[in-house]
């Protein structure tokens, strides 16, 4: 039975959804863990970008408790921003580049992982490498370390649990450095053994807080502390300019496409406010649209 969730206008839950491998232009299918082992989440959008609706159905081997049920709602209303009111973003600034994009891309809202953790994973997978060469190497991390669940004759993975990236040989397998699966390997150990709780550190009043705590993980520094931060929770005031790919679309949209240095891009930023991660990931998305 399909659970109706309302989110806050505006939100164009095909645009949105439009950036994951998993959505197939109609349904947007998120593998999750439970306690009753993988669910798979069938997304589909429902009404209109100023009334907008989701229909949630979950998949599952095992029959879900009401627990279980209510805690996937709830994850799947985090990981795509329900609450977030966008309105406010878009009375934010005066900047008419941004505020043209805003309108293109009316409805656009940033789909966040499921944890801290696999963000943190996909930000040092990306660490000084193309984000083609990347997602294939963090598909062949899910297809290896993930549980598989099957639907419709296709297989998902869930996202590894921490346990299971242990092995840095394995790692290494999927197309990592030694470096990278060294970090990896070693934040996963500390989040399974209990001695990293990745998770509280969404609680903290300021990001910069949270930054500190990440970048006092080995392998982890500003680049990939802001990387995780805008992957993994709706904090928008981070914005990692030493980004080849973000640089390469300030530059597009406000510079004819010239290089630019790191201080043209945090100064083209400082219009944004404390909406300049969100305000990057629209220029990204323009880019991918060739708006």
């Given at each position: 039975?399909?659970?109706?969730?309302?989110?806050?206008?505006?939100?164009?839950?095909?645009?949105?959804?439009?950036?994951?491998?998993?959505?197939?232009?109609?349904?947007?299918?998120?593998?999750?863990?439970?306690?009753?082992?993988?669910?798979?989440?069938?997304?589909?959008?429902?009404?209109?970008?100023?009334?907008?609706?989701?229909?949630?159905?979950?998949?599952?081997?095992?029959?879900?408790?009401g627990t279980e049920r209510n805690w996937a709602i709830a994850t799947v209303s985090r990981m795509m921003n329900l609450d977030m009111n966008l309105r406010d973003f878009y009375e934010s600034t005066d900047d008419e580049v941004l505020?043209?994009?805003?309108?293109?891309?009316?409805?656009?809202?940033?789909?966040?992982?499921?944890?801290?953790?696999?963000?943190?994973?996909?930000?040092?997978?990306?660490?000084?490498?193309?984000?083609?060469?990347?997602?294939?190497?963090?598909?062949?991390?899910?297809?290896?370390?993930?549980?598989?669940?099957?639907?419709?004759?296709?297989?998902?993975?869930?996202?590894?649990?921490?346990?299971?990236?242990?092995?840095?040989?394995?790692?290494?397998?999927?197309?990592?450095?030694?470096?990278?699966?060294?970090?990896?390997?070693?934040?996963?150990?500390?989040?399974?053994?209990?001695?990293?709780?990745?998770?509280?550190?969404?609680?903290?009043?300021?990001?910069?807080?949270?930054?500190?705590?990440?970048?006092?993980?080995?392998?982890?520094?500003?680049?990939?502390?802001?990387?995780?931060?805008?992957?993994?929770?709706?904090?928008?005031?981070?914005?990692?300019?030493?980004?080849?790919?973000?640089?390469?679309?300030?530059?597009?949209?406000?510079?004819?496409?010239?290089?630019?240095?790191?201080?043209?891009?945090?100064?083209?930023?400082?219009?944004?406010?404390?909406?300049?991660?969100?305000?990057?990931?629209?220029?990204?998305?323009?880019?991918?649209?060739?708006?």
């Open positions: 039975m399909a659970v109706i969730l309302k989110a806050k206008p505006p939100f164009d839950f095909r645009l949105s959804a439009g950036i994951s491998r998993d959505f197939d232009g109609e349904e947007l299918r998120l593998p999750l863990r439970s306690e009753a082992g993988a669910v798979l989440v069938r997304i589909r959008g429902e009404g209109t970008v100023e009334e907008p609706e989701l229909s949630v159905e979950l998949e599952s081997k095992e029959a879900l408790s505020l043209n994009l805003m309108v293109a891309l009316r409805g656009l809202k940033v789909i966040h992982t499921s944890s801290v953790f696999e963000a943190l994973v996909y930000a040092i997978t990306e660490q000084q490498i193309s984000l083609n060469v990347a997602m294939k190497i963090e598909q062949r991390i899910a297809e290896r370390f993930g549980e598989p669940i099957d639907f419709g004759g296709e297989r998902y993975h869930v996202f590894p649990e921490p346990e299971r990236l242990n092995s840095i040989e394995d790692l290494k397998r999927c197309g990592l450095s030694t470096r990278k699966a060294e970090y990896i390997r070693d934040i996963s150990t500390a989040v399974s053994e209990g001695r990293l709780e990745l998770e509280n550190i969404r609680d903290h009043e300021r990001t910069e807080e949270i930054i500190e705590d990440l970048c006092a993980l080995r392998g982890i520094g500003q680049w990939t502390a802001k990387m995780t931060v805008m992957r993994s929770m709706p904090r928008y005031d981070v914005l990692p300019a030493d980004d080849v790919g973000i640089r390469r679309c300030i530059s597009r949209y406000y510079f004819n496409g010239e290089r630019i240095s790191q201080q043209q891009a945090e100064e083209t930023a400082g219009r944004w406010g404390a909406y300049k991660g969100l305000a990057a990931y629209y220029l990204v998305r323009a880019t991918m649209l060739g708006l």
